[in-house]
């Protein structure tokens, strides 16, 4: 049967790649729901005089989202619980930044601790947000994943985030034994009623190239500053994208938990969102 788009010329493959474009990018916007917010209410509390201290004002703007996002069902109380989660682990790292002169917040407040707003912690509570909504909207399912090693090199991610500054940066040796934990582990999404799927290091590089952007609007909008910005406001060095796709690691072993929790990650099945790697022995046998 000859479509309209035959007619004028345009192959239909195009069209529907078009279209699939167009609903991945609607999906990812839904996805982005709390990120987006949150960088409102930067760019809103930057130009607009507060009664109170911006990073206070921000703080009880982003734990009002958050009961928001509960009361309509946007999230579970599950995923609220990972996203408390993600904020302490946040905090952590923000305290000791600052305290070592990473970056810092200017401005004062009465929720600042250490030089630090307790607001921050919700920048890292965002992309548990953006993990738990993608994983639900776009029908997330995880093959050949290995808990245990994934759980371990994301720890010590996190963990050279801190020791690099008196031990060696061990980031590149640690990314790269990551790369070799998830070289056969893939992540299947379904856009409108195709199926497709990407490795799951990809998903990890992708994250943290939008989280690197994100990060410069926010330095942009003076929620936080590196020491080289602080007079003028340039590019953040390109060197934190790689950063950003490192924590992502830390980011998805802490949703897969709530999902865990939820009965439906490591079961076998239809219902099962992560297929766990086999043992060697039976990778051999199915290669045999």
């Not at 930057?46 to 989202?65: T, W």
């Amino acid at each position: 049967m000859t479509t309209w788009t035959d007619r004028v010329g345009i192959p239909s493959r195009f069209v529907f790649a078009c279209l699939q474009f167009l609903r991945f990018g609607c999906l990812e916007l839904v996805s982005c729901l709390f990120p987006a917010f949150l960088f409102a209410g930067l760019a809103i509390s930057k130009y607009v005089d507060l009664p109170i201290a911006r990073y206070d004002a921000l703080l009880i703007y982003c734990l009002g989202l958050t009961l928001l996002f509960w009361l309509v069902r946007l999230e579970t109380w599950r995923e609220v619980a990972v996203i408390f989660g993600f904020h302490l682990i946040g905090l952590g790292l923000e305290l000791f930044k600052v305290r070592v002169g990473s970056w810092q917040y200017p401005g004062d407040a009465v929720t600042k601790i250490a030089g630090v707003p307790l607001f921050a912690g919700f920048m890292y509570a965002a992309v548990g947000s953006y993990l738990c909504q993608a994983w639900r909207r776009f029908d997330l399912r995880v093959s050949n994943y290995r808990p245990f090693l994934t759980t371990i090199f994301a720890v010590l991610i996190y963990a050279n985030f801190f020791t690099h500054q008196w031990l060696p940066d061990l980031r590149i040796p640690i990314a790269l034994g990551l790369l070799i934990v998830l070289r056969r582990t893939w992540v299947f999404f379904t856009v409108g009623v195709r199926r497709y799927r990407m490795p799951l290091a990809v998903s990890f590089a992708l994250i943290g190239f939008f989280l690197w952007i994100a990060e410069n609007a926010g330095t942009f909008l003076d929620a936080w500053n590196y020491p080289d910005q602080v007079n003028v406001w340039h590019l953040v060095h390109p060197a934190k994208f790689g950063a950003w796709s490192l924590l992502v690691s830390m980011s998805f072993v802490l949703v897969a938990s709530v999902k865990s929790l939820e009965g439906r990650l490591y079961h076998r099945g239809t219902a099962a969102t992560v297929e766990i790697a086999p043992q060697h022995h039976d990778a051999n046998h199915a290669d045999g």
